[in-house]
Each structure stands twice: as C-alpha cells, then as structure tokens.
C-alpha cells in the first residue's frame, strides 16, 4: 500500500499529558499537511512544510503544538500538555508540487483527551 | 468566518436516482474546488475537481458544476448507489496560499436508499 499512513489510529489520554502522532506521506510527495477534524466540522488547516520546511502554521496551532518533519520524509505532530478540547481527529496529507492542489489524506489519529 | 459552506447537512436519496450536494463560498481568491468523500473511520479520499477557468468536470457518474457569478458549485452523482453513502466535503483552495492548503465546507451526509 503506497497511500499515506498515520500512526496510532487511536490515543486515550489524560489531561496533562503529551502525545505524539506520526504521519508517513506517499513517498514522491514532497508536500505534507496537517488538518484536525471536530465531530460535525469539515478539516481544518493547522500546519504544512515543503520538503523539510515548515512553511506555514494556523492560529489553531498553539505554543502546545509542535510539527517537525526531519529529512523531508515522515512528520510528526506533538501536543504538550493536552487539553480536552484538543480531541478531535489529526489529519495528515500529501501532495506532490506538480499537481499540489490534490491532496491525499491518511487514515487519521482519533485522540480522546479524558 | 466561515469561506467555504455546505448548507445541507444530511441528503437522502433513492438508488438510481441524481443525489445534488451544494456548496457556497466567499472568498473571491478560490481558485480551485474539489470534493471529498468519507466513510468513518477513514480519511477524506479524493473524488473529483474542478479549475476556476472551467464550469464544469465529469467523471463518470460524477460531474461538479461550478458558477462562479453565484460563488456556488454542486457535485451531481447519477445514478446514486447505496456505496455512495458518505459524508462529502467540499474544499477551496487559492493560488497565493501557502502550499494550497485547503479550506473545507462542513460537509453534507448522503444516505443512498436501496
């Protein structure tokens, strides 16, 4: 399977605690998103790197968050110090910068903050 | 500030008969449109797009209609099959935005009845 991968599929946590998520894009895609998603909402932006790059982030992103993709292959998503608000489903996608608009989206990680 | 909207949140629809889902938006710098369908416990998988140069896209039974006077397009599913039934996104994307991110409506859930 060449799709994007995404890892856990899904985490329980404490408040307080951090957890990380990892997402593993379509190998040529050099582009990756993450989006989160609340029950009954559309995805929402909240970060994306070219490469190895992080070129933009969302408001939604808080000092909590924090998105790293060394090498320009996989990335991963940290929140520090959860929050019950912060449940939802974390996205990942990729693109390739020829057709960059078409964006292919994994699995998703469900985390369930209690 | 909500740019892009799907009013209807729930379709029921007879197999065999058109399913019309809708979406409007705001921002005048969309460029290009897309849908997106999701079944649960699974990302969004891309179906089908369309330019903001072309007013409408067919692939096989899926055709997008875009207007861009009304700031409106519709994705038409004909004849609807009880495997179309998901949860669909519509997304915008601008040229000028980083990386093309997307900025998805709140989506429209369509039941197909056998």
């Known amino acids: 399977d060449t799709g994007v991968s995404q890892d856990p599929r899904h985490k329980i946590t404490k408040r307080g605690q951090n957890v990380t998520f990892r997402c593993d894009p379509i190998?040529?895609?050099?582009?990756l998103y993450w989006y989160r998603q609340t029950l009954g909402q559309g995805p929402e932006f909240l970060t994306y790197f070219q490469n190895e790059a992080q070129l933009e982030k969302s408001r939604l992103l808080s000092d909590r968050f924090s998105a790293e993709r060394p090498k320009g292959s996989f990335s991963t998503l940290e929140i520090q110090r959860t929050e019950q608000g912060d449940s939802a489903m974390y996205l990942c996608a990729s693109s390739s910068t020829r057709t960059s608009y078409e964006q292919y989206f994994g699995p998703g990680t469900r985390l369930t903050v209690t | 500030d909500q740019q892009v909207k799907q009013n209807s949140p729930s379709l029921s629809v007879q197999e065999g008969r058109i399913s019309i889902l809708n979406c409007d938006y705001t921002?005048?710098?969309?460029?290009?449109f897309l849908w997106y369908k999701k079944y649960p416990a699974e990302g969004p998988t891309f179906l089908i797009s369309i330019s903001s140069i072309k007013d409408k896209n067919e692939d096989g039974r899926f055709t997008v209609f875009l207007n861009k006077s009304a700031k409106h397009l519709s994705l038409h599913i004909v004849p609807s099959q009880p495997g179309d039934s998901a949860v669909y996104f519509c997304?915008?994307?601008?040229?000028?935005?980083?990386?093309?991110?997307?900025?998805f409506g709140g989506g429209t859930r369509v039941l197909v009845k056998p």
């Open positions: 997304a915008a994307s601008a040229r000028e935005a980083a990386g093309n991110k997307l900025t």
């Open positions: 921002n005048s710098m969309f460029d290009y």
């Open positions: 190998s040529e895609h050099n582009r």
